[in-house]
C-alpha cells in the first residue's frame, strides 16, 4: 500500500516564477494538506482541501493556491516566488474525522 | 494565539537509556495531539497520538503522557537506540479533528553508542 507520493522531490526556481507541485494522498485517504517547512523548523499549516474545495487555510498570502482533484489528488501551486518560498514542501493526507495525518517526503524548492 | 512549543532544541543519551521530550501547548482547547519523528530528508513520520480523554498511552518502546491541567505532554522512548536518532515534534490537532495541525519547533535527538 503506497503511501503519500509527492512530486518532484527537489526543484530550483528563479525569483518571480511559477511552481506547481503534485501529492497523491494514501490509498483510503480524502483529505490533503500542505504545508511549509523552513530549515531547522516546524512545518507551518498552508492549507488542506476536501472535496476538491480549500476547507482550511492558515496565514500565507493568495500566492498560494492548491487544487484538488476527483482521485483526491492535489497540487500546491505558489506564483510570484520569493527568495523566502525556499523551503521543504510536505503533503499530508487523512481521512475526514481522523485527524490524524500521514506525511509524504516533500519536495524541496530552491528559490535562486 | 495558538503555539505548541518544545523545552529543549537538543538531547543527548546514551544507546540503551531511556529518553524524555517534552512539549507545552497552549490551546486549552485542543484534544488531540501527535507525535512525529523526522529523519534527514524525510517526511514527519507518525510515532503515537492521544486524545485529551486519556492521560497516558503506550505504543512500541513508547509512551506519550498528557497533562491537561498544566499544558504538558512528553514522549518517552525506552532503550533508545541510535535508529531513534532525529527530529521529534509534537503537533497539535485542535478541538476539530479536522487534520490541521500546529506543530512545535522540534527536538533534535541524539543517540551516542
Known amino acids: 500500500d503506497a503511501g503519500v507520493t509527492q512530486s518532484p522531490t527537489h526543484l530550483i526556481k528563479t525569483r518571480g516564477q511559477q511552481v506547481t507541485l503534485r501529492c497523491s494522498p494514501k490509498?483510503?485517504?480524502?483529505?490533503v494538506s500542505w504545508y511549509q517547512q523552513a530549515l531547522g523548523q516546524g512545518p507551518q499549516f498552508i492549507f488542506q482541501?476536501?472535496?476538491?474545495?480549500?476547507?482550511q487555510r492558515g496565514n500565507f498570502p493568495d500566492r498560494f493556491s492548491g487544487h484538488q482533484f476527483p482521485n483526491y489528488s492535489s497540487e500546491l501551486n505558489v506564483n510570484a516566488l520569493l527568495l523566502g518560498d525556499s523551503a521543504l514542501y510536505l503533503c499530508?493526507?487523512?481521512?475526514?474525522?481522523?485527524?490524524?495525518?500521514?506525511f509524504g517526503s516533500g519536495t524541496r524548492l530552491t528559490v535562486v | 494565539g495558538e503555539s505548541v512549543g518544545l523545552h529543549l532544541p537538543t538531547l543527548s543519551v546514551q544507546e540503551g537509556d531511556n529518553s524524555i521530550i517534552n512539549c507545552a501547548y497552549s490551546?486549552?482547547?485542543?484534544?488531540?495531539f501527535i507525535w512525529y519523528k523526522q529523519e534527514s530528508g524525510k517526511g514527519p513520520q507518525f510515532i503515537i497520538d492521544?486524545?485529551?480523554?486519556?492521560d497516558k498511552r503506550q505504543g512500541q518502546r513508547v509512551t506519550v503522557l498528557l497533562n491537561k491541567t498544566v499544558k504538558h505532554l512528553s514522549l518517552q522512548i525506552a532503550a533508545t537506540q541510535p535508529g531513534d536518532s532525529a527530529v521529534y515534534f509534537c503537533?497539535?490537532?485542535?478541538?476539530?479533528?479536522?487534520?490541521?495541525?500546529?506543530f512545535g519547533q522540534g527536538t533534535t535527538l541524539q543517540v551516542k553508542p
Open positions: 482541501y476536501y472535496e476538491e474545495e480549500e476547507r
Open positions: 490509498s483510503g485517504h480524502d483529505t
Open positions: 492521544i486524545r485529551s480523554n486519556m
Open positions: 490551546n486549552s482547547a485542543s484534544d488531540y
Open positions: 499530508a493526507s487523512s481521512l475526514t474525522g481522523t485527524g490524524m495525518c500521514t
Open positions: 503537533a497539535e490537532g485542535g478541538s476539530s479533528n479536522t487534520g490541521k495541525l500546529i
